[in-house]
């Protein structure tokens, strides 16, 4: 699942192809992508309109039109964005959902095999903050993602570390990869309830989170399964991976072979020597 370098990855390649240019028109070919909302009425919203800025918040990207109009996608499982030539056989992509047709002569593909990724117009800054407030917490690549803030996240929840980290609603963007390399460069086990952490590992964990994200977007995003980038081209994050699914390979600090647990209901890949589980009377 693509994860806030992907979707900053593929932010960074759509944004010049996209901006300054009109979105002349946008097809729905699949309605799932933005139930409940009728296909024509996302069409009729956004046809015509001059794209001001490609965003991200979180793992949503966010087409900024005029008039304050936003487009906002998902791509959850599956789900990519290619930009090609209007000259392309479009056609003849497989799991093609949604078509943009810019000006200027280029298109931009929602493909998704797995149909879950999605697709949301909203009216007006108002809506789009309302909309991110009730989903998102903070961008952990914003100068607000300090250990303070972090700090005062985890202050006496007795969620495992793991589960916190994937939680959307308090840091936006981490994902299963990212919250295992974080918790690795921090030394910290997926299992160690967040509220009791101390200060120096809070402040680890905020920096480590910090430094797998940027790692993830130097790296261009990961490429497990279906990721591509604009051009279709793969990540190669994956490489470059400390821990996540390495099992039994040796941890690159100790040499101890790395094991794979279940934390948050995902597969989960520690040093056990690097990452010591919690005491009972911790818990
Ligand atoms: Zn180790």
């Known amino acids: 699942m693509p994860e806030l370098p992907e979707v900053e990855t593929i932010r960074r390649q759509l944004a010049p192809a996209m901006e300054g240019r009109r979105l002349e028109e946008l097809a729905v070919l699949d309605p799932r992508w933005c139930m409940p909302a009728h296909p024509d009425e996302v069409a009729d919203?956004?046809?015509?309109?001059?794209?001001?800025?490609?965003?991200?918040?979180?793992?949503?990207?966010?087409?900024?039109?005029?008039?304050?109009?936003?487009?906002?996608?998902?791509?959850?499982?599956?789900?990519?964005?290619?930009?090609?030539p209007q000259a392309d056989d479009t056609p003849k992509r497989p799991h093609l959902r949604v078509r943009m047709t810019l000006s200027g002569g280029k298109r931009v593909l929602f493909c998704d095999p797995r149909r879950f990724g999605t697709g949301v117009v909203l009216l007006g800054e108002e809506a789009r903050e309302e909309y991110f407030a009730a989903r998102l917490g903070v961008?952990?690549?914003?100068?607000?993602?300090?250990?303070?803030?972090l700090r005062e996240l985890a202050a006496g929840r007795r969620a495992p570390v793991k589960s916190f980290l994937l939680t959307q609603e308090r840091i936006a963007g981490v994902g299963n990869i990212y919250a295992d390399e974080a918790l690795f460069r921090a030394r910290i086990h997926p299992l160690r309830p967040v509220g009791t952490l101390k200060r120096p590992q809070l402040a680890a964990l905020r920096d480590a989170v910090v430094e797998s994200l940027e790692a993830g977007i130097d790296a261009r995003g990961a490429t497990i399964d279906d990721f591509r980038h604009a051009d279709g081209a793969r990540g190669s994050f994956q490489d470059r991976f400390l821990v996540h699914r390495r099992e039994r390979e040796?941890?690159?600090?100790?040499?101890?072979?790395?094991q794979k647990l279940r934390a948050a209901g995902r597969g989960t890949y520690v040093c056990p020597r690097c990452q010591p589980r919690p005491r009972r009377r911790s818990m």
């Not at 941890?251 to 790395?258: K, S």
């Open 45 to 84: 919203a956004v046809h015509g309109r001059l794209i001001e800025g490609v965003r991200r918040r979180g793992k949503y990207l966010v087409v900024v039109l005029e008039d304050a109009v936003a487009l906002v996608m998902h791509l959850r499982m599956t789900g990519t964005l290619l930009l090609v």
């Open 139 to 149: 961008e952990p690549l914003d100068a607000a993602f300090t250990a303070e803030a």
């Open 250 to 258: 040796p941890c690159p600090e100790c040499g101890t072979p790395i």
